[in-house]
């Protein structure tokens, strides 16, 4: 294609992922109003899908900018005392608009290392700030109070550190092409795609449920874990439906099926499989044991004094929220790219999550209080923080409740094909 035609082609693709956020992401409805967050490079998708958003019928849509220069620029010139600080009163303000019925888009596409020259301590106690101002906002997202999605924008630092030997217009290409791929827009009608696609993960979904298994046991190279699965766990993946009553999908990529570990039923060693990006450090090769659900020791090749800080967060933080299924031949683990991206990278493998857990993978919740959803094994900490432990190598067993083990994974693909 000479280069006239590549740029339309871009602009279609662009403009069908901008739809597929607004239709298939968000399920936009009429009359809603609409929270964008993006990069400031991300500024010609935000455009694309304002556009149909009104075009969808929003009433409103209001987009935040964050810049990485004005972000560092913190880090280099505030003085201590702003690193214990958060915008709380846009928090609040963010958390009124959810409760107003507000749907919420977010775009990323952040330098995975704009951070990683800076002192850990600051970086550590400014998110850990943030984290708590973003508390009642993101609990009305992790009960899908609303309907809410992420997409991701090909952003020239993004590029630059994933494909760090090409030139930059030649690695926000690329970028580009495994964005649009993965989010299954590359072809003639993403709508249709997303719808088969769901469907795919609603029944491996519905299977896990009617199995209601006690616990799954990971076995490979450096891994021996049996995580035990909270008590009345659901299994969610694709498509949601929101306490609004519109059906979301709040991950553009998804691959995973997805659950609630017992907080205290998670015993033996684990290793990652993929490097784990974390704000601005790359955490590599982690090893860590389980006793009764808590992590008691814990080891990486790098970024060991960044793990260490993560999990000494809070209580909940060397516990699991979350433990989820992804075939080694999904598409993004095919690409081969490591797109320092949780959105991404945990779509590549299976996985575990340190900290907060999702009550929407809990039946029957109505009416149970923080307490009691505890008692049932859901954990609570200020992250989430998924990591890679599945690969090609991993065989995963499936324990039932009369401690019968039948063969869920092998070699990293599902046994039972749909
Ligand atoms: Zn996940
Ligand atoms: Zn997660």
Same mark, same amino acid.
């Given at each position: 294609m000479d280069s006239e035609a590549t740029h339309a082609h871009h602009a279609r693709t662009l403009d069908r992922l901008a @739809?597929?956020? =607004?239709?298939?992401?968000?399920?936009? *409805?009429? &009359?809603? @109003?609409?929270?964008?967050?993006?990069? $400031?490079?991300?500024?010609?998708? =935000?455009?694309?899908? +304002? @556009?149909?958003?009104?075009?969808?019928? *929003?009433?409103?849509?209001?987009?935040?900018?964050?810049?990485?220069?004005?972000? $560092?620029?913190?880090?280099?010139y505030a003085p201590d005392d702003s690193f214990d600080r958060a915008p709380e009163w846009l928090a609040e303000g963010i958390?009124?608009?959810?409760?107003?019925?507000? !749907?919420?888009?977010?775009?990323?596409?952040?330098?995975?290392?704009?951070?990683?020259?800076?002192?850990p301590d600051k970086v550590s106690r400014a998110s850990r700030a943030q984290s708590k101002a973003n508390r009642p906002s993101l609990e009305l997202i992790t009960n899908f109070a609303i309907n809410w999605t992420i997409v991701a924008s090909a952003t020239p630092a993004w590029a630059r550190t994933v494909f760090p030997?090409?030139?930059?217009?030649?690695?926000?290409?690329?970028?580009?092409?495994?964005?649009?791929? !993965?989010?299954?827009?590359?072809?003639?009608?993403?709508?249709?795609a997303w719808a088969q696609h769901n469907a795919t993960l609603a029944a491996r979904g519905r299977a896990l449920n009617d199995a209601d298994f006690a616990a799954l046991r990971f076995? &490979?190279? &450096?891994?021996?874990?049996?995580? &035990?699965?909270?008590?009345?766990?659901?299994?969610?993946?694709?498509?949601?439906?929101?306490?609004?009553?519109?059906?979301?999908?709040?991950?553009?990529? +998804?691959?995973?099926?997805?659950?609630?570990p017992h907080r205290l039923r998670v015993?033996?060693?684990?290793?990652?499989?993929?490097?784990?990006?974390?704000q601005g450090t790359l955490i590599e090769e982690i090893a860590v044991r389980f006793e009764a659900g808590r992590i008691v020791e814990a080891h990486a090749a790098r970024g060991e004094a960044v793990l260490g800080r993560v999990l *000494? #967060? /809070?209580?909940?933080?060397?516990?699991?929220?979350? =433990? !989820?299924?992804?075939?080694?031949?999904?598409?993004?683990?095919?690409?081969?790219?490591?797109?320092?991206? #949780? $959105?991404?990278?945990?779509?590549?493998?299976?996985?575990?999550?340190?900290?907060?857990?999702?009550?929407?993978?809990?039946? /029957?919740?109505?009416?149970?209080?923080?307490?009691?959803?505890?008692?049932?094994? *859901?954990?609570?900490?200020?992250?989430?923080?998924?990591?890679?432990?599945?690969?090609g190598e991993i065989d995963v067993d499936a324990i039932a409740k009369d401690g019968a083990v039948a063969p869920l994974m092998r070699a990293g693909e599902w046994c039972v094909r749909e």
């Open positions: @739809e597929a956020a =607004v239709r298939v992401g968000l399920n936009l *409805a009429r &009359g809603q @109003e609409l929270l964008i967050t993006a990069p $400031l490079d991300a500024l010609p998708l =935000v455009r694309r899908i +304002t @556009e149909h958003a009104y075009r969808a019928g *929003a009433c409103l849509v209001t987009t935040f900018f964050a810049d990485d220069e004005s972000r $560092l620029a913190r880090f280099l958390a009124a608009a959810f409760r107003g019925n507000a !749907a919420r888009l977010a775009i990323t596409g952040d330098n995975p290392s704009l951070l990683a020259a800076q002192d030997d090409l030139p930059e217009e030649e690695a926000v290409e690329r970028l580009w092409s495994a964005i649009f791929a !993965a989010s299954r827009v590359d072809g003639p009608d993403p709508v249709a076995r &490979g190279p &450096g891994t021996d874990l049996t995580v &035990g699965l909270a008590d009345g766990h659901l299994w969610a993946g694709g498509a949601e439906r929101a306490a609004n009553g519109i059906v979301c999908n709040p991950n553009l990529p +998804t691959e995973e099926v997805f659950t609630t015993d033996g060693i684990v290793r990652s499989t993929k490097p784990l990006s974390y *000494a #967060t /809070d209580e909940g933080a060397a516990r699991l929220g979350e =433990v !989820a299924l992804v075939p080694h031949s999904s598409p993004i683990s095919q690409s081969g790219v490591l797109f320092q991206n #949780t $959105l991404f990278d945990e779509n590549a493998a299976s996985h575990i999550a340190l900290g907060q857990a999702y009550t929407k993978c809990l039946r /029957d919740t109505a009416g149970q209080d923080g307490a009691s959803l505890s008692e049932r094994g *859901a954990n609570t900490s200020l992250i989430h923080i998924d990591w890679m432990i599945g690969s």
